[in-house]
């Protein structure tokens, strides 16, 4: 059926253009204010517009279309919806009941209000990176959007599109430490705000690694007396001076992370654990936590007992194959875990860069080549070098 109908200025009652009118299923029918929080620091935004739905938000496509000129839009949608979602972006992100009858529909958005400002810790420094979430308090009008972002590098956010009504902002920290405050959005205006989570510090870690030993993710673990030990856990980032030669050692992009404190004149310690290689240790002074920032330039080495094994593969001709120029699956059959131990690709061979000792049956596919089944012993501290030759495709 189609859905049509008018977006209009609530204040001028002018027409406004290129406005988004959608249908969003996430949208509870028995619930219309338990609303999902938009994932953006800016306004809801349209990425792309097409004649029966638009893609919203980070690649979300719905039924819907933005208004022309005169503020008319028109889409064809499966079933009548019970409710629609319509923004500009200079006017609120609003419900709208849509209801039983056929009827042309006359939307009125109101102008958006802006809030900006900071996120701090208790020693004054600003923190990036952190959660917050932006939400309107109970006694705020149904049908209003809350917000959730991560501050930028400088500790700052700014969201536009908001309602005019009182928000809950409430930041959080790693180790589910909370703080929140209330902050009333003024009618077509900017509110600005801070957010005091407390003590905290932000680390930020330098790893460098032999490029193709490097691990896939890095794990730091803090505490302090006064609290329990807390992890965090993320994915290494590429090389970022890696040069050419895949044994040099190279420097990877920083991990950064703000840490809960309890007290500031108790010691921090920190760990920072990667699988095969030896842990690193670092206590954190009160006169480092004072600061609110330190910055931690660590070389990875293998473990003592770290194993390495580099695959170099043959096609059914006997020729080398150059693992670089062809699409490979690489599985470890006899191993439930072995998203640890995928191999890295060089310009040549395959590595697996650092195995627990042990026995591994390896099935490798080229597209276009063959597979073949490789078992291997791997002893500890050892490193093998094996040509695999596949079978016929």
């Not at 959608?22 to 028995?30: C, G, L, M």
């Not at 019970?82 to 609120?92: D, M």
């Not at 992370?257 to 654990?273: M, N």
């Not at 910055?295 to 580099?310: C, F």
């Amino acid at each position: 059926m189609t859905i049509e109908g008018v977006v209009l200025d609530g204040a001028s009652r002018q027409p406004i253009s290129g406005a988004a009118v959608f249908v969003d299923d996430e949208i509870s029918s028995e619930r219309p204010t338990s609303l999902p929080l938009l994932d953006l620091s800016e306004p809801a935004r349209v990425l792309a517009a097409h004649p029966d739905h638009v893609v919203i938000g980070q690649g979300r496509p719905t039924r819907g279309a933005l208004t022309s000129a005169d503020g008319t839009f028109s889409f064809v949608a499966p079933t009548r919806p019970t409710f629609l979602v319509a923004f500009s972006a200079k006017h609120e992100a609003r419900i709208i009941a849509v209801g039983a009858a056929a009827d042309r529909l006359v939307v009125s958005l109101n102008r958006a209000s802006r809030l900006e400002g900071t996120v701090v810790s208790a020693q004054g420094r600003a923190l990036p990176g952190v959660r917050v979430y932006c939400r309107p308090d109970r006694a705020s009008e149904a049908g209003v959007f809350g917000r959730s972002f991560v501050t930028d590098a400088a500790g700052a956010f700014v969201l536009e599109g908001l309602a005019p009504v009182s928000y809950d902002l409430r930041g959080v920290l790693r180790g589910d430490r909370t703080r929140s405050v209330r902050v009333h959005v003024p009618p077509d205006a900017t509110a600005r705000a801070s957010l005091d989570l407390g003590p905290a510090v932000e680390v930020r870690v330098t790893v460098r690694a032999v490029v193709d030993l490097a691990p896939e993710r890095a794990q730091l673990t803090w505490s302090q007396a006064a609290q329990e030990t807390l992890q965090w856990s993320t994915a290494l980032g590429g090389p970022v001076a890696a040069g050419t030669d895949p044994r040099a050692v190279a420097v990877f992009a920083p991990l950064s992370t703000v840490l809960p404190v309890e007290d500031l004149s108790v010691p921090v310690a920190l760990e920072l654990h990667a699988l095969g290689y030896e842990s690193l240790k670092r206590i954190l002074s009160p006169a480092e936590i004072a600061l609110g920032y330190v910055e931690w330039d660590v070389t990875l080495e293998p473990a003592a007992d770290a194993s390495r094994l580099v695959l170099r593969l043959m096609g059914a001709d006997g020729l080398q194959l150059f693992a670089s120029e062809h699409e490979i699956r690489v599985r470890i059959i006899n191993r439930p875990d072995s998203h640890f131990y995928v191999g890295r690709r060089r310009e040549q061979d395959l590595v697996f860069p650092l195995l627990i000792p042990g026995h591994y049956r390896i099935g490798v596919q080229v597209a276009g080549q063959g597979e073949a089944v490789v078992d291997v012993e791997i002893g500890e501290g050892e490193s093998r070098h094996m040509d695999v030759r596949l079978g016929p495709p």
